[in-house]
């Protein structure tokens, strides 16, 4: 069934009174809705959400639709008891990531700091060692000094830009090599190479031979904003980097005040099958409904976007730039303490090891640190491996992790639970798309055009912070300027 929401409806109303408002459905007394919007918004994660914020504020009429029976997209919060939550999404703001952090102060969603005192933990080379969680930067000489020698990707990063990466002089040459080429290349120790390798997994849920090296220049440079340039170490560090805060509420309250403001309808259990042209405009067919609208934005995983029936067929560079993204192979492993028992130890419940499945690992505990939580990151081939196994031999290899890092203790979580996104019907992979070589220097000019009436967002469009929420903010609000200058 398809749901409306509305202010009221979205923080509590019974199923009920969802039904009763489906959409397309005409409650007594209610106003009657325009024949065809301005802007027809297909999903209501924050790009889909912010590019209709951004619309009704400029005074236009617009609907979004979203295949969930929820909003928030590729965040979601899980209640873990006692009025608690944790964030099995995507959570973590920090600095430059301007959009999400105005967009979160306008419907009155604070911050606080990640847990981020005492000592890290890393595993490599069957080595243990602690460093100090307020700089980020492992002991064991030979990580921290290839660590040292992959800052210099920032000059790639830089050389390669975040409005046209696939124009850049060695556009070709760069895509058509891997990252782990260029780690090969750079860096002197098995050890530096596999915690990069790590990172990696956690920032695209692939591994550094699935990415093209013209594709994370472009994505580093978009680290940053304007007045700041893109940095490795800001994508890969806690404090003063991109795990810096969390959302007070878990980040997909985002999403809910978001539709809980809009004026226009929201309607839930709505997926787009088809976007037909028609004079003045489009009409968007879902499994209930057919909306006209004179525009289309389109903020969905581009691998869901390819497979929308648009009429006219989108052009073939359109469709391989779509195609050609692939979603990154992720899953968020948490379990829950009766306490955060690790920071008796002095550990901040930070980890990374070169040895899976989850390999990386952070404080997810609620801020008064009455309930522990840790998660960990199963991503890229770990994910694929470890991902077909019963579900207790998961259970038993994640935690082994977590004991490697945190003790025996570690063994026996009240809780254990898992958030696997290449297995959700509306998202097929997390935390973002990415490209393998051969695409983007062919194809990337189609990223972010439109396509007559219909006009893509969603993270993966972005320029900065690309593959993050404020990407996804600044995708939607650039796509809605674009629908707002054509309805002119």
Not at 221 to 227: C, D, E, I, S
Request: some cysteine.
């Amino acid at each position: 069934m398809t749901q409306r929401i509305t202010r009221r409806e979205l923080v509590g109303t019974g199923a009920a009174a969802g039904a009763a408002l489906a959409l397309g459905a005409s409650p007594a007394g209610a106003a009657r809705r325009p024949r065809r919007f301005d802007v027809c918004v297909i999903g209501a994660g924050l790009s889909g959400l912010a590019a209709a914020r951004a619309l009704e504020r400029a005074g236009h009429t617009v609907i979004v639709l979203e295949a969930r029976n929820r909003v928030g997209g590729r965040t979601l919060n899980e209640p873990i008891g006692g009025g608690h939550i944790t964030e099995v999404g995507g959570e973590y703001v920090g600095p430059t990531q301007d959009r999400i952090a105005a967009l979160a102060q306008t419907v009155g969603v604070k911050t606080i700091p990640t847990y981020n005192q005492g000592s890290n933990v890393m595993i490599a080379g069957g080595d243990r060692t602690l460093y100090a969680a307020s700089d980020g930067i492992p002991t064991d000489p030979e990580v921290r000094d290839d660590i040292i020698r992959a800052l210099a990707f920032d000059k790639l990063a830089e050389e390669v830009g975040v409005a046209a990466p696939w124009r850049s002089t060695r556009a070709r040459s760069l895509d058509g090599q891997t990252f782990d080429d260029w780690l090969r290349a750079n860096l002197r120790s098995e050890k530096g190479r596999a915690i990069l390798a790590t990172a990696a997994r956690a920032t695209w849920g692939a591994d550094p031979s699935q990415l093209s090296l013209l594709y994370v220049a472009a994505y580093v440079a978009g680290g940053g904003n304007a007045a700041r340039p893109g940095s490795i170490l800001r994508l890969l560090t806690t404090a003063g980097g991109a795990q810096d805060r969390r959302f007070v509420g878990g980040s997909q309250v985002i999403s809910e005040k978001l539709a809980e403001r809009l004026d226009r309808d929201v309607a839930l259990s709505a997926a787009a099958r088809r976007i037909a042209g028609e004079p003045g405009g489009v009409r968007v067919v879902t499994a209930s409904r057919t909306v006209h609208a004179r525009r289309a934005i389109v903020a969905v995983p581009p691998i869901l976007a390819a497979r929308i029936d648009y009429s006219p067929h989108l052009p073939a560079g359109k469709k391989a730039i779509l195609r050609g993204m692939t979603p990154g192979s992720l899953t968020k492993a948490e379990a829950i303490y009766d306490r955060p028992f690790w920071r008796d130890a002095g550990l901040s419940g930070q980890a990374g090891t070169d040895t899976g499945p989850a390999d990386s690992t952070f404080d997810n505990s609620p801020p008064d640190g009455s309930v522990g939580v840790l998660f960990g990151f199963v991503g890229g081939s770990n994910h694929d491996k470890w991902a077909g196994l019963p579900a207790d031999e998961r259970r038993a290899q994640v935690l082994a992790n977590f004991v490697s890092y945190y003790g025996d203790q570690a063994a026996s979580p009240t809780r254990y639970f898992e958030q696997d996104w290449t297995t959700e019907r509306w998202t097929r992979g997390c935390p973002t798309g990415h490209f393998a070589p051969g695409v983007l220097a062919k194809h990337g000019a189609w990223l972010r055009r439109a396509v007559g009436p219909v006009h893509f967002a969603g993270t993966e469009t972005s320029d900065y912070w690309q593959g993050y929420m404020d990407g996804a903010v600044r995708a939607g609000e650039r796509a809605a300027r674009e629908a707002a200058r054509s309805l002119r």
